[in-house]
């Protein structure tokens, strides 16, 4: 019997392998128990948006591989599907999909910026964020933040 943590780098591994490209990577992979059956949960991206297609085929792809390898062993539901807009910003490759998009950004320290995303590399990511002082017109200012340092970042959704 495989521990859960196991099992979850095991599937893990099955979903990197059916992703069709390069341009796709997992987000997040959850094991849930709702009575007696299993639900995986599989949340996949793609630097240019994931089709439903795409989410169909590696759901069948990882049954297929759970089943012969029997990984699973009651009923269980299989769910791929693609971050939604409040789904928080896991890794680099999410944070540089959304460059030009405004973040929320909750730091591990409690503090929360606000701004627009202007890059994301490696190590940090650099927001434009408003400073208004009292009487005068709002600066732009430019505020690096390092991914140790980040708590949750959720992309902001305007409806202009």
């Known amino acids: ?17 059916h992703l069709p490209d390069e341009s796709h990577f997992l987000v997040d992979l959850s094991l849930g ?6 639900t ?11 089709t439903i297609e795409t989410c169909a085929k590696v759901s069948r792809a990882v049954s297929d ?5 029997n990984l699973i062993e009651d009923a ?9 807009v409040d789904f928080p910003l896991t890794g680099k490759r999410q944070y540089i999909k959304n460059v030009g998009r405004t973040l929320k950004v909750l730091l591990v320290s409690g503090q929360e910026v606000k ?7 490696d190590v940090n990511i650099t927001m434009l964020v408003s400073k208004k002082e009292k009487g005068k017109k709002a600066q732009e200012e ?6 140790e340092d980040i708590k949750k970042s959720v992309v902001q959704v305007s409806f202009k």
Do not use: C, W
């Open 115 to 121: 701004g627009k995303l202007k890059e994301a590399d």
């Open 40 to 50: 995986l949960n599989i949340l996949i991206d793609a630097d240019q948006g994931v």
């Open 142 to 147: 430019e505020v690096s933040l390092s991914y």
């Open 33 to 38: 128990q709702k009575g007696n059956q299993s």
């Open 1 to 17: 019997m495989h521990t859960m943590s196991d099992l979850k780098g095991t599937l893990a591994q099955i979903v990197e392998k």
């Open 65 to 69: 591989e759970i089943e012969s390898q």
């Open 76 to 84: 269980y539901r299989i769910e791929v599907s693609s971050p939604g």
